[in-house]
């Protein structure tokens, strides 16, 4: 009878547990989508920046044109005259899933836009990020942990950096992937099921499609099935876990267009392919040693290790002669940048500049996974008592994230998910350690020690993770109890029940700790919030500024761009610097010279000494590309700081590197970049002076430009061959139509004027550049 | 221009082969006089740098021009190889590595151009000759240069900014030489690699024997917690940051020289030493909290449980502490909640 009621209340406990999670999980899920919405409320649901607008862009054409279209696309609205073929130099994961999703909602007559699902893709796909870490942290360390580390990630100052609504860019959707992927490998890891090894094939394929950042993936789990095999740790899970990826993952990834051979081509593969032929290897040695007595097996080993030696080396060494034949040694500079720190800052000035690539400081980390940092040495600890399969593959992924965020800020994204699940683990372990204290003291004071105990930590714990805590314990036995079925290796529940019952703490410094860690947990949350109101709410396409009277909105870019859209031919070609070459054909549907898709140097140089020439040479320049509009962006009126005179000497230096008669030194007055009447005579009739500060002095009756802090040098002058035709209401953007040539040349007949100036054309097509 | 270096080759290599014939130079024109003894002197050099002095100066200066030959000079100073800013001692380095790149790549021109390098101490005269006051200096003497003050061509700081490569590059652009690839003696000679590589097939063997067996330095899980610690200790400390750009531990004070500052303002910079000391911080909160859940509990004495708890909270309360104040003035970030209006 006894044992019956016990066994009945442990299912209902079972039961309420599950539902607990469910509910917890959920709450999460809503947390994590609604986090990311300040950009939404605090601006309106616009897609952000820059390379989200051509992730929308495609996004439309997919929508419209179907999924073989765009494999096909030849995009001919962009890099003029050259265009740019689409379909193949895309990671396609975050655009087919837009794609989907619109088409799921619209075939259940939901109507949304496709501008809408794209700025929700991201909060939506964070919530399935932290879904993802808790069944990745559930295989590591137990429910409690798992839910601990989703709320954690729901909410991580650096993910949210990527993925708040309207940032509509890979890394949206990546970073779930990668998630899932890693829970996937565990899973398998952890049952030796086939049929999560092929899901993890296909999870992988979805990482390929999805980020670049896969090859952090296909380095990392074979570095853990070495680590494995080097400790022992080798068994036919593993085996499984393993080789089925790498067979059908390379196979999937090499679909991939953008990827295509490079799956097999590449150094960044090559450790998957060297741990695979060491794991069959392995897994010989193992079959041997099971089917040989003891004495057998020691002459056998002799035999087959030499055997698997010569055969290593022997690959190994075609391996080498490969990889030396190639001048980078096969790895491209991104990735040798991370094996050797300095290796970019030495060779690679193009990626050593972008400041996403440089090596942070600690407030970094501070920022950008806060109070984290200080928990996860405490988790890294945790794994390694006792260390699992699982465990020591979270430990791989924190030492190795952490060390690449080292060197590269832009990584910090990959150690949030880590960190996540560190302290996760470290928080639901710490939690476990306090409360039972707690329990454990209160059964021995009081009357009703269960209710008691939960009131206890009821009262300390405010949010979320107090149920998660209290679940943390019955989860957990649950889940030992299923896995000693399966696997002797952890020790028996039993043994660790009595354990637990003897390895308390003092109640009152436990009331402390729990208030403490509490207390920090709050911090985090009131961090992670205002970071997501305030550092990463910005769309960067409309901009605020509030002063003493009140709120100011620059719309400024939209109203160009719409005007562009409205007021000029639909093959009209628009030149800009490559900053605003998405957005103008994502807004205005314009053909533009360069973007953002950097791939074709010469022609952004050429755009770049279009624009540091003097007015003549910019307007031949730009009329053998047929331009029609160009549009520059000036912030000196309203103290925008990133216009183009502020990016202008990079327009000087990218368009020097091609053609030499651009000289850096020329635009500056003793090594200093000046536009006031200090400045050089080159600045001052560039082109990019002359549209950035036409007619400026009419503004305030003086000139003075507010990002500069200065007086303007030139002030009254006159353009010869380009007109202003719109200037935005707080001029931060301005769009010039190149004159006709008709007006240039005085004095000749209609006749002869035009054919002199197709002829001229034709022989200047080289010279204008040169 | 394609002739006329071959012509020269043979000349050269007519007067080298001449020259070296004679046992005693027998000075018939004072040019030959002295290519011969710069040729001795650069064989006489291990890097086929010659030590200029003054009077040597001198006699090449006042050869009649067009000088037989090119003159790369390198001006160095003893006294101010400890300043790593100037970074002399590289680019000395890398100066006598050229050196002898261009003479083994090209046999032929070796009394062609002639690298130099003259010390301040010994020929200051030379120094004010060229009116050199800063370093470091590089200076090409072109054979036509009669003025060596005007008409010789100084090296820019971007010419020798990639070190060996760009002076290679200023070579060929001045003074029409091909210096060829770079000859840099590898980091570990051909010996030790062999050394290693048969120390590595000679040990693999009982590693393998040991491993198949699980018993060797990686199966004690202590260390690789160790080594996980440390890294992440390592990273989240900015030390990669410290090593790509060089930073030192400290700086002195603007302001009062005397006083040293370690935690520098303004988040895009920090200082070697800020950098472990936080990471320090950051590392020794998880450290003591996992001290407390895994080995604390296992301690039978109530008492001793309270005191460590209590040093364990209130250590780990001031690191929180003192990293929040430290990033708030580091960073001038003011952060805070979204409280209800009427809380306040």
Redesign the interface.
Same mark, same amino acid.
């Given at each position: 009878m006894a044992a019956q009621e016990t066994s009945q209340s442990a299912i209902f406990r079972h039961a309420f547990g599950n539902v607990l999670s469910f509910t917890v999980l959920l709450l999460i899920g809503v947390m994590a989508f609604s986090i990311r919405l300040f950009s939404v409320i605090k601006y309106e649901s616009v897609i952000h920046e820059f390379d989200p607008y051509f992730n929308y862009r495609v996004t439309q054409f997919l929508t419209k044109s179907g999924v073989y279209d765009f494999w096909n696309w030849f995009d001919d609205r962009t890099w003029y005259p050259l265009g740019r073929v689409i379909g193949g130099t895309v990671y396609p994961g975050l655009t087919l899933t837009a794609g989907t999703l619109w088409r799921i909602l619209n075939s259940i007559n939901i109507p949304l836009s496709v501008e809408t699902v794209c700025v929700f893709t991201a909060p939506v796909f964070s919530a399935f990020a932290s879904w993802a870490t808790y069944l990745l942290t559930k295989e590591i360390k137990g429910a409690g942990a798992g839910l601990t580390a989703a709320a954690l990630l729901a909410m991580v100052p650096s993910y949210i950096s990527r993925s708040v609504a309207g940032s509509y860019d890979n890394e949206a959707v990546a970073i779930f992937a990668l998630i899932f992927t890693f829970y996937l490998y565990i899973k398998t890891l952890n049952t030796g099921s086939l049929f999560y090894a092929t899901l993890n094939a296909i999870a992988y394929f979805y990482m390929v499609c999805s980020w670049g950042g896969y090859t952090f993936i296909i380095n990392l789990i074979p570095m853990h099935v070495l680590l494995c095999i080097?400790?022992?740790r080798y068994s036919p899970r593993l085996y499984i876990a393993y080789a089925p990826l790498v067979v059908l993952g390379t196979l999937l990834a090499a679909l991939v267009p953008v990827v295509g051979f490079n799956a097999v081509m590449t150094s960044e593969h090559f450790a998957s392919f060297l741990v695979f032929i060491i794991i069959h290897v392995v897994a010989l040695?193992y079959y041997i040693k099971g089917i040989l007595t003891p004495q057998m097996f020691k002459v056998a080993?002799t035999l087959v290790?030499s055997v698997g030696?010569v055969l290593c080396f022997a690959v190994l060494a075609v391996l080498i002669a490969l990889v030396a034949s190639s001048p980078t040694k096969g790895w491209s500079g991104r990735s040798l940048s991370l094996l050797d720190?300095?290796y970019a800052?030495k060779y690679i000035p193009i990626i050593a500049s972008v400041s996403e690539h440089?090596?942070?400081?600690?407030?970094?980390?501070?920022?950008d996974i806060n109070?984290l940092?200080?928990?996860?040495?405490?988790?890294?600890?945790?794994c390694?008592?006792p260390?699992s399969d699982a465990s020591s593959f979270a430990?791989l992924y924190?030492?190795t994230s952490?060390?690449f965020?080292?060197?590269m800020v832009r990584l910090m994204l990959v150690l949030a998910p880590a960190a996540c699940i560190m302290s996760g683990i470290?928080l639901s372990?710490?939690f476990?350690?306090f409360t039972r204290s707690i329990k454990f003291h209160l059964v021995g004071t009081t009357q009703n020690p269960q209710e008691n105990a939960g009131d206890a930590t009821k009262v300390t714990q405010n949010d979320v993770k107090s149920e998660k805590s209290e679940d943390t314990v019955k989860e957990r036995s649950s889940r030992k109890s299923k896995k000693k079925d399966k696997e002797n290796i952890e020790k028996p529940s039993l043994v660790s029940r009595v354990e637990k019952r003897l390895?308390?703490?003092?109640l009152?410094?436990s009331v402390?700790?729990v208030f403490?860690v509490v207390l920090?947990g709050a911090?985090y949350v009131?961090?992670c919030?205002?970071a997501a109101?305030e550092a990463y709410s910005a769309p960067s396409i409309v901009l605020t500024s509030r002063s003493h009277d009140g709120l100011h909105v620059f719309d400024d870019f939209r109203e160009a761009y719409a005007w562009l859209s409205h007021n000029t031919e639909v093959d009209d070609k628009v030149a800009s610097w490559w900053d605003y070459g998405y957005q103008t054909t994502a807004m205005a549907n314009r053909t533009v010279i360069v973007d953002n898709n950097t791939w074709n140097n010469t022609h952004i140089a050429t755009v770049g000494t279009a624009l540091s020439s003097p007015e003549k040479a910019a307007w031949d320049i730009f009329n053998s590309l047929d331009v029609k509009y160009v549009l520059v962006v000036f912030g000196g009126l309203v103290g925008y700081p990133s216009d183009d005179i502020n990016k202008f000497l990079w327009m000087v230096r990218i368009g020097g590197g091609v053609f030499p008669h651009i000289k850096e030194p020329d635009y500056l007055r003793d090594g200093q970049y000046r536009i006031d009447s200090q400045a050089t005579p080159t600045m001052l009739n560039c082109l990019m002076y002359k549209l950035s500060y036409y007619r400026f002095v009419e503004t305030d009756g003086r000139g003075y430009d507010k990002v500069r802090n200065t007086e303007i040098g030139k002030k009254h002058f006159k353009l010869n061959h380009f007109e202003e035709v719109f200037t935005t209401h707080h001029w931060m953007v301005r769009i010039y139509k190149l004159k006709s040539p008709r007006n240039r040349i005085r004095g000749k007949t209609k006749r002869s004027k035009s054919k002199s100036g197709t002829s001229k054309r034709s022989t200047r097509k080289k010279n204008p550049w040169q | 221009m394609a002739i006329s270096p071959t012509t020269f080759a043979v000349a050269a290599l007519l007067v080298i082969s001449h020259l070296s014939l004679l046992t005693t130079p027998a000075t018939s024109l004072s040019s030959d006089s002295l290519l011969t003894e710069l040729s001795d002197l650069q064989s006489q050099s291990p890097t086929g740098v010659i030590r200029l002095s003054d009077s040597l100066l001198r006699r090449i200066v006042s050869l009649p021009t067009p000088r037989p030959f090119h003159a790369l000079i390198f001006f160095d100073a003893h006294q101010l190889h400890s300043k790593p800013e100037l970074s002399l001692p590289t680019l000395k380095s890398e100066f006598g590595l050229v050196s002898a790149s261009f003479q083994s790549n090209n046999p032929n021109f070796k009394s062609k151009l002639f690298f130099f390098e003259i010390e301040f101490q010994e020929s200051q005269s030379s120094f004010a000759l060229f009116g050199v006051n800063s370093l470091p200096h590089i200076r090409l003497i072109p054979p036509t240069a009669s003025d060596v003050k005007t008409e010789s061509i100084q090296m820019d700081a971007a010419d020798y900014s990639r070190l060996g490569d760009s002076m290679a590059e200023f070579i060929e652009s001045r003074a029409k030489f091909t210096v060829g690839p770079i000859n840099r003696p590898p980091v570990v000679s051909k010996k030790q690699i062999a050394f290693v590589i048969a120390v590595i097939l000679i040990w693999?063997?009982f590693f393998?024997?040991k491993?198949?067996a699980?018993n060797t330095i990686?199966?004690d899980?202590?260390i690789? /917690?160790a080594?996980?610690?440390f890294?992440? +200790?390592?990273? #989240?400390?900015?030390?990669?940051?410290n090593?790509?750009?060089k930073m030192p531990m400290f700086i002195a004070d603007r302001q009062d020289p005397s006083k040293l500052v370690f935690f520098y303002q303004g988040?895009?910079?920090?200082l070697g030493a800020?950098?472990f000391s936080?990471?320090f911080l950051?590392?020794i909160?998880?450290?003591l909290?996992?001290f407390?859940?895994?080995v604390?509990?296992?301690v039978k004495n109530?008492n001793v449980?309270?005191v460590v /708890?209590?040093f364990v909270?209130l250590v780990? +309360?001031w690191? #929180?502490k003192k990293?929040?104040f430290l990033?708030n003035w580091?960073?001038g970030?003011g952060?805070?909640?979204?409280m209800p209006t009427s809380w306040q």
């Open positions: 080097v400790t022992g040695v080993v290790v030696m720190p300095t800052s440089q090596p942070p400081t600690w407030p970094s980390y501070f920022m109070v940092a200080f928990l996860v040495p405490a988790g890294i600890i945790a390694f008592l260390l430990v924190i030492v952490v060390y965020s080292g060197v470290a372990e710490a476990d350690v390895l308390v703490l003092p009152e410094t402390m700790a403490l920090l911090f009131v961090h919030v205002w109101a | 693999s063997p393998l024997k491993l198949i699980g990686f199966h899980k202590n690789w /917690m080594g996980s610690v890294v992440y +200790f390592f990273s #989240v400390s900015g030390a990669m940051f090593i790509i750009r988040s895009g910079m920090q800020e950098g936080i990471g950051y590392t909160v998880g450290l909290l996992a407390v859940t895994h604390l509990v296992r109530k449980q309270r /708890m209590l909270l780990s +309360f690191a #929180v990293v929040v990033d580091k960073t970030y952060i805070h909640g979204y």
